[in-house]
T-cell receptor, first 111, second 114 residues
Framework: EADIYQTPRYLVIGTGKKITLECSQTMGHDKMYWYQQDPGMELHLIHYSYGVNSTEKGDLSSESTVSRIRTEHFPLTLESARPSHTSQYLC??????????FGPGTRLTVL | AQSVTQLGSHVSVSEGALVLLRCNYSSSVPPYLFWYVQYPNQGLQLLLKYTSAATLVKGINGFEAEFKKSETSFHLTKPSAHMSDAAEYFCAVSWKTSYDKVIFGPGTSLSVIP
């Protein structure tokens, strides 16, 4: 059973607010990922990590930042949210190039 | 450059009909190949994967896919569509390189008509 959790599931906030999207996995995977996905559209990799204290930017430029202080935890932060950040954010983890396990996603709406 | 293409952003089939979702990749090295399914308001979950064993791979919910190296393809099929198969399907390819890169295709939305 793959266990990867994301909170909150839904978030509606005003412009300019700072937010943190949480992602945790209990599988001990070294690799973790953040994707941005608009409804019915393709996935865009925005951040990834190969392990503790390792973070890299993905293919899609994003104003968000991430940290990886613990293996199981990979939070994503937006310092000042804007309407253009409205989207679904998916977190995933994997062991090497094998299967990626996805969380349920956070649907963010910025007013 | 390495890429993944899925022919048809939207596919409609009748209930009970054959499902065929196409995936092609470009690669100069042997890949690992995956199909994921995404239901509304959920994350992706693995349907099946190919990692250099048998070229015909069986997955969950009656789906299967065949790796054809000469065609650089990994098409997904199911003999008889069910209403519950309506979802978004993503093909993904990875390579054991120094960067362990994974590329997802753009996705195909499957509709099943009663």
């Amino acid at each position: 059973e793959a266990d990867i959790y994301q909170t909150p599931r839904y978030l509606v906030i005003g412009t300019g607010k700072k937010i943190t999207l949480e992602c945790s996995q209990t599988m001990g995977h070294d690799k973790m990922y953040w994707y941005q996905q608009d409804p019915g559209m393709e996935l865009h990799l925005i951040h990834y990590s190969y392990g503790v204290n390792s973070t890299e930017k993905g293919d899609l430029s994003s104003e968000s930042t991430v940290s990886r202080i613990r293996t199981e935890h990979f939070p994503l932060t937006l310092e000042s949210a804007r309407p253009s950040h409205t989207s679904q954010y998916l977190c995933a983890s994997s062991e090497g190039v094998d299967t990626q396990y996805f969380g349920p996603g956070t649907r963010l709406t910025v007013l | 450059a390495q890429s993944v293409t899925q022919l048809g952003s939207h596919v409609s089939v009748s209930e009970g009909a054959l499902v065929l979702l196409r995936c092609n990749y470009s690669s100069s090295v042997p890949p690992y190949l995956f199909w994921y399914v995404q239901y509304p308001n959920q994350g992706l979950q693995l349907l099946l994967k190919y990692t250099s064993a048998a070229t015909l791979v069986k997955g969950i919910n009656g789906f299967e896919a065949e790796f054809k190296k000469s065609e650089t393809s990994f098409h997904l099929t199911k003999p008889s569509a069910h209403m519950s198969d309506a979802a978004e399907y993503f093909c993904a390819v990875s390579w054991k390189t120094s960067y362990d890169k994974v590329i997802f295709g753009p996705g195909t939305s499957l509709s099943v008509i009663p």
